[in-house]
């Protein structure tokens, strides 16, 4: 399907008469696909393309003069990262950005659509923006990212959200300056969401969000399918970049002063398998990128089936590849991993934790954690506990299971009540408060080395920084720190964070170029 197919099938205009009516379909000036999970599950067959062309039309350029923008991310990194694309192709029109809503001339929500308190957030914040749009009529008012793949969601804010202007998906945020333009001239509410991939567009224009740190993709989509899971629907089949195009960008942030690089993907460990033509996986691009003067190197998500003793050998070998790992396990009993579709064990887990520290000592493992999936027994939930102390992770994010309609485990029948599953995440959080606190405290007395990202949060005189492990430290410092990795003497732990004095700028490493 080339674009402009897609584009025949899914844009769409819709007029904001007859409202109260169920079927919008017959009220859209061209013919009107609304986004379907059904169809974002097939899995092709079709070569990815990758277009190295892309390029805004000039007659776009100056729609942004004198206006501004403002977006609103919730979400994973790659939506904060799917952000910096989105104000990279705004500051090529011509806006300028705003943090203010009163006076933002377009208000995007870049949405996620993981759990419904997620979607719940983002249905408030639309509903605090409807008085934006009475006093400032003009104003655009835009959903995108993950929510805006799913076709009840469309509905409802057709439905129920006068005041959004525009919807479009996570596969069409290269066609902004299309969409911001039927905007304006529509007065009407623009549709565009593509329920199948497209192709992978590079040089797309980026603002990034600082100068310290920066994402990197290294590919998109998910073929996993985890059963409670949305994220295969709203971001499409898997499609890895190709290795130059990222190893360029690397180097480019390398050249720019960047200090840190995080590869983001759905799953990276899938990096690679869809490159037909060439044996190369997350392995040979984590060695490659070791090789470039950058100081630190971290990857995210990684999912438990796939990571190979390949990874792990070029992560053991230390360089800019930081000693963190973050391995979602979800559950730690066999039969809740099976309906949940992870295809691992609690057995087989154990085993790759067993020889990630064999051969990384000092590793520092993360994890995600479901708690409540349907029908989740006591039993089944104490070997998640048992499992967190048997690995003894430094942290993890937990979550109460929340039905997504789409996925196969929207249709199992649930008798585990609310109150058990709130009682049993408590419990978990408990236990994930001792071992955090556990695994700061180890660190009083020691110098390690932080990379000062600025003033801390709370105190504009302190500086703050994370740890190699991601361990947030506070220390005074002079300001000329800030962007530099330092070497930093920890005094004290506290529950979330660490306090330090200040050392010494560390000298930069040096990396075979
Ligand atoms: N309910 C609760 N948590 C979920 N996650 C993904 N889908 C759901 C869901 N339906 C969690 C997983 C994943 C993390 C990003 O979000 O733990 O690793
Ligand atoms: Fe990220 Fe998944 Fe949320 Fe989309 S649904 S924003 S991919 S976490």
Redo the contacts with the bound molecule.
Sequence with gaps: MNEEQRKAGTLDVLSRRNEKEKDYSKYFEHVYQPPSLKEAKKRGKEEVAYNRDFQIDEKYRGMGEGRTFLIKTYG?QMNAHDTEVMAGIFTALGYTPTEDVNVADVILLNTCA??ENAENKVFGEIGNLKHIKQERPDCLIGVCGCMSQEESVVNKILKSYQNVDMIFGTHNIHRLPQILEEAYLSKAMVVEVWSKEGDVIENLPKVRAGHIKAWVNIMYGCDKFCT???VPFTRGKERSRRPQDIIDEVRDLARQGYQEITLLGQNVNSYGKDLNDIEYGLGDLLEDISKIDIPRVRFT?SHPWDFTDRMIEVIAEGGNIVPHIHL?V?SGNNDVLKIMGRKYSRESYLDLVRRIKAAIPDVALTT???VGYPNETEAQFVETLTLYEEVGFEHA?T??????DG?PAAKMKDNVPTEVKKERLQRLNRLVGEYSTRALAQYEGQTVKVLCEGASKKDDEVLAGYTEKNKLVNFRAPKEVIGKIVEVKIVEAKQFSLNGEFVSVCEPALVTP
Excluded at 399 to 404: A, F, H, I, N
């Design positions: 994973c993981i759990r409670y899971c949305i998500t979602p979800q995600d954690i479901i994010y979550y109460l299971y929340s039905q997504r996925t």
